[in-house]
C-alpha cells in the first residue's frame, strides 16, 4: 500500500530562520512527487513536481529535493506570508488509474 | 482565466437533508476529482472520473453520489446517508500531472 507521512506536523519558525520540512513515501516505482501550498479555508495550490532521485526546483524561497524514499521542502529565510499548510502527494507508477496519495501537511507558522 | 470553481462556498443545512456541491471547470481536463478534508487529516478521495460519463468511487464514497454528464460539470451529492458529512469538500481536475484544485465548499450540517 502508498503511503505518504510529512513532518514534523506543525512548524513554529521566526522570520528569517531557514528550516525543512519531511515528506517520506513508499511507493510501488514513483511516476511523480508533487509539493501544494495551502491557505486556511482555501485549495491546495501546486508548487512542485519532482520526478527522480537528485532533482531539485526551487521558487522563490523554498526548494524541493527528492532521494527515492524522501523528499524535502527547504524554506530559506522564510516570512509571515509564507504561513501555510504544506502537502506532499505521490503518484505510483503502477495502475492505470491517476489517484495521488496525499500526505496529512506540515502546519507552518512563521512569526514578524 | 481557467480554472476550477466550486459553489456554494458555505452551506449549512440540516441533518436528513441531501446536499449537492458543484464543480465546475473551464481548463478542458478530462480527469476530475473529489476530495473530503477533516481537520488533522490528510484528503480523502470520494470520488473520480477519468472521462464523461464514467466514474470510480474511492476511498469513502458511501453516503455520496456523483455525475458526469458534460466534461466540464462534476457536482457532488452529500445524501441523508452519510453519517458524517461536516466537513470542508475540494474539487480538483487534472490535465497529465499534478492536480488543480477548487477554493473548497464548507457543508455544516446542523
Known amino acids: 500500500e502508498d503511503q505518504v507521512t510529512q513532518s514534523p506536523e506543525a512548524l513554529r519558525l521566526q522570520e528569517g530562520e531557514s528550516s525543512s520540512l519531511n515528506c517520506s513515501y513508499t511507493?510501488?516505482?514513483?511516476?511523480?512527487l508533487f509539493w501544494y501550498r495551502q491557505d486556511p479555508g482555501k485549495g491546495p495550490e501546486f508548487l512542485f513536481t519532482?520526478?527522480?532521485a537528485g532533482e531539485e526546483k526551487e521558487k522563490e524561497r523554498l526548494k524541493a529535493t527528492l532521494t527515492k524514499k524522501e523528499s524535502f521542502l527547504h524554506i530559506t529565510a522564510p516570512k509571515p506570508e509564507d504561513s501555510a499548510t504544506y502537502l506532499c502527494?505521490?503518484?505510483?507508477?503502477?495502475?492505470?488509474?491517476?489517484?495521488?496519495?496525499f500526505g496529512r501537511g506540515t502546519s507552518l507558522i512563521v512569526h514578524p | 482565466d481557467g480554472g476550477i470553481t466550486q459553489s456554494p462556498k458555505y452551506l449549512f443545512r440540516k441533518e436528513g437533508q441531501n446536499v449537492t456541491l458543484s464543480c465546475e471547470q473551464n481548463?478542458?481536463?478530462?480527469?476530475m476529482y473529489w476530495y473530503r478534508q477533516d481537520p488533522g487529516q490528510g484528503l480523502r478521495l470520494i470520488y473520480y472520473?477519468?472521462?464523461?460519463?464514467?466514474?470510480q468511487k474511492g476511498d469513502i464514497a458511501e453516503g455520496y453520489s456523483v455525475s458526469r454528464e458534460k466534461k466540464e460539470s462534476f457536482p457532488l451529492t452529500v445524501t441523508s446517508a452519510q453519517k458524517n458529512p461536516t466537513a470542508f469538500y475540494l474539487c480538483?481536475?487534472?490535465?497529465?500531472?499534478?492536480?488543480?484544485f477548487g477554493e473548497g465548499s464548507r457543508l455544516t450540517v446542523l
Open positions: 511507493v510501488s516505482g514513483l511516476r511523480g
Open positions: 502527494a505521490v503518484q505510483p507508477q503502477s495502475g492505470g488509474s491517476y489517484i495521488p496519495t
Open positions: 472520473s477519468q472521462i464523461v460519463n464514467d466514474f
Open positions: 480538483a481536475s487534472r490535465n497529465t500531472g499534478e492536480l488543480f
Open positions: 519532482l520526478y527522480s
Open positions: 481548463l478542458n481536463h478530462d480527469a
